[in-house]
């Protein structure tokens, strides 16, 4: 199982970025979904997750800017962020609860990242 994330870049304060991660493999189904991110120096924290139901959890700190969705048909999770601030910088790592064909748990499969950059 792989997870692919794409749509990060460079962006100025106040701008908008849209990531998606794709899963792809031998899926049987995926539970939850995540995005996590790492700044600098920091550790890895939690941004946004969403269950295969729909049920949405946000740190404080993006709460109200950021929109976490999926599309269970796609094996698809996207990261809608708005009104970017510099504190925003990070990579940012897609996360998922995987199970695979023939009933296999995968757990904690985590995406390569992507970069996500916003100026003052």
């Known amino acids: 199982v792989q997870l692919q994330a794409s749509g990060g870049g460079l962006v100025q304060a106040g701008g908008s970025l849209r990531l998606t991660c794709a899963a792809s493999g031998s899926i049987s189904t995926i539970d939850r979904m995540a995005w996590y991110r790492q700044a600098p120096g920091k550790q890895r924290e939690l941004a946004a997750e969403?269950?295969?139901?729909?049920?949405?959890n946000y740190r404080d700190s993006v709460k109200g800017r950021f929109t976490i969705s999926r599309a269970n048909a796609k094996n698809t999770v996207d990261l809608q962020m708005n009104s970017l601030t510099p504190e925003d910088t990070a990579v940012y790592y897609c996360?998922?609860?995987?199970?695979?064909?023939?009933?296999?748990?995968?757990?904690?499969?985590w995406g390569q990242g992507t970069q996500v950059t916003v100026s003052s």
């Open positions: 969403i269950s295969r139901g729909g049920k949405t």
């Open positions: 996360n998922a609860d995987v199970i695979r064909s023939g009933g296999y748990w995968q757990p904690n499969v």
